[in-house]
Nanobody
Framework: QVQLVESGGGLVQAGGSLRLSCAAS????????MGWFRQAPGKEREFVVG????????YYADSVKGRFSASKDNAKNTVYLQLNSLQPEDTAVYYC?????????????????WGQGTQVTVSS
């Protein structure tokens, strides 16, 4: 069983930055593919980025490419999401998720473990 706890959300002005963290319990964190998703009010949960545990390859949604950057620190059992050039449309609850398979998928139903989420609000 893996538990995920996100932190780092908050209120920021457009153009600003935030760094989200997701701390994981469990001894096999290095063999988990991790994903970040977000969900705005009234919208479906949306894939943001995924990091495969094989080679650390990352895959970004087109909407965040060039602005967001994800990384995984296996020694600290933590995955990070750096959010730059934030825009009001980035406002959402951000969730991290984990799965034991090596492939990154954009389908949230393919992830086995979820954190509780952290709110990111971007003002214009």
């Amino acid at each position: 069983q893996v538990q995920l706890v996100e932190s780092g959300g908050g209120l920021v002005q457009a153009g600003g930055s935030l760094r989200l963290s997701c701390a994981a319990s469990g001894r096999t964190f290095s063999r988990y593919t991790m994903g970040w998703f977000r969900q705005a009010p009234g919208k479906e949960r949306e894939f943001v980025v995924g990091i495969s545990w094989i080679g650390g390859t990352t895959y970004y949604a087109d909407s965040v490419k060039g602005r967001f950057s994800a990384s995984k620190d296996n020694a600290k059992n933590t995955v990070y999401l750096q959010l730059n050039s934030l825009q009001p449309e980035d406002t959402a609850v951000y969730y991290c998720a984990g799965r034991t398979k090596a492939t990154v998928t954009r389908d949230p139903y393919e992830y086995d473990y979820w954190g509780q989420g952290t709110q990111v609000t971007v003002s214009s």
